[in-house]
């Protein structure tokens, strides 16, 4: 069993910046892929950014040149740096694990956007 802690969310005005880290009980260099989700409310979790076993990043549109995910394998933590925040970025973040055949979640970290 792998567990995930996220922190760092919080309240921001719009134009700021948060840093979100992820701590990973088990090896990050032996994931398939760490992934960060939001979910808003009624809606589905979505995808926001996901980084492979070999480093590679990508991200939904609406943040790309905004948010950045990055991963320390020294630490085990996924971190993704948001900045220029807007009130669509309002969320909950959660960050995911996928290795082995099986995908952990964390409990997930509240952002919110506003003046």
């Known amino acids: 069993q792998v567990q995930l802690v996220e922190s760092g969310g919080g309240l921001v005005q719009p134009g700021g910046s948060l840093r979100l880290s992820c701590a990973v009980s088990?090896?990050?260099?032996?994931?398939?892929?760490m992934a960060w989700y939001r979910q808003i409310p009624g809606r589905e979790r979505e995808l926001v950014a996901f980084?492979?076993?070999?480093?590679?990043?990508d991200y939904v549109d609406s943040v790309k040149g905004r948010f950045t995910i990055s991963v320390d394998s020294a630490k085990n933590t996924v971190d993704l740096l948001m900045n220029n925040l807007q009130p669509e970025d309002t969320a909950v973040y959660y960050c995911?694990?996928?290795?082995?055949?099986?995908?952990?979640w964390g409990q997930g970290t509240q952002v919110t956007v506003s003046s």
């Open positions: 088990a090896s990050v260099s032996e994931s398939i892929a």
């Open positions: 980084i492979t076993g070999g480093g590679n990043p």
């Open positions: 995911r694990d996928r290795r082995g055949g099986y995908i952990y």
